[in-house]
């Protein structure tokens, strides 16, 4: 049960990594960290 855990947290750490190099157009940057934020808590 473990595994399904890690894999998903390695999921959303390589979403929130591409989030980060592609950047999010024409929003304010504390909005678009917050966004990765909830994204690596959820």
């Known amino acids: 049960m ?3 855990y ?3 947290s390695a ?3 390589s979403i929130t990594a ?3 190099k ?3 157009v024409g ?3 504390n ?3 917050a966004i990765r ?3 690596i808590r959820w």
Request: proline share 0%; hydrophobic share 80%.
């Open 2 to 4: 473990w595994w399904i």
């Open 6 to 8: 890690a894999l998903l």
């Open 11 to 13: 999921l959303f750490a």
């Open 18 to 20: 591409i989030f980060a």
């Open 22 to 24: 592609v950047g999010i």
């Open 27 to 29: 929003v304010n940057s």
């Open 31 to 33: 909005l678009a960290t």
């Open 37 to 39: 934020t909830i994204i």
